[in-house]
C-alpha cells in the first residue's frame, strides 16, 4: 500500500510512543470504498488496528521522516507490504484472497527494491498503476 506523509502527520504527543498518522485512507482505498481515519505507525509493539512497532525503531522511523521534512522534502513515500515480497513468499500466498492485490503491490515492491527511488504512482480503475519515468 502506498501513503504519503507529511510534516502535519507526525504525532508528538501519541498515548502510544510516539506516531505517525498514514494518510488512510489513500487515493486506491477510497476508489475501492473505504472510509476511515487515523491508521497510524506507533510504537509500543502492542495495537488494535495500528501498525505497532517497538520504540526504539519507532523513534528511528519518526526522526528519519521528520527531519527529511525539516530538510524540504515535501513529503515521505510509505510503503506497507504484508511480507517480503520474493518470489518464494508469493508463492506461498498463491491461495490467499487478497493474491491479486498483492500482485500490484509485488509490481511497485519490484520496481523499488530494483532502484531504491520514489515510484511514479497513479490509481486508475481502483488500481496502482506504476508509471514509467
Not at 519518526?62 to 515480497?85: C, N, Y
Not at 520496481?111 to 511514479?120: A, N, S, V
Amino acid at each position: 500500500m502506498l501513503f504519503r506523509s507529511t510534516q502535519s502527520q507526525l504525532n508528538y504527543n501519541s498515548v502510544a510512543y510516539l506516531s505517525l498518522d498514514t494518510g488512510y485512507p489513500n487515493a486506491r482505498d477510497r476508489a475501492n470504498g473505504s472510509t476511515g481515519s487515523a491508521l497510524m505507525i506507533h510504537g509500543g509493539c502492542s495495537s488494535a488496528g495500528c501498525f505497532a512497532i517497538e520504540d526504539r525503531p519507532m523513534q528511528d522511523l519518526f526522526a528519519t521522516v521528520r527531519d527529511s521534512l525539516k530538510a524540504g522534502q515535501r513529503e515521505i513515500q510509505l510503503h506497507i507490504f504484508p511480507f517480503k515480497m520474493n518470489s518464494w513468499n508469493m508463492a506461498a500466498h498463491v491461495n490467499n484472497p487478497n493474491y491479486n492485490f498483492w500482485l500490484q503491490l509485488k509490481r511497485g515492491y519490484d520496481l523499488f527494491t530494483w532502484d531504491r527511488q520514489d515510484l511514479d504512482i497513479v490509481v486508475a480503475n481502483g488500481r496502482y498503476v506504476y508509471v514509467a519515468r
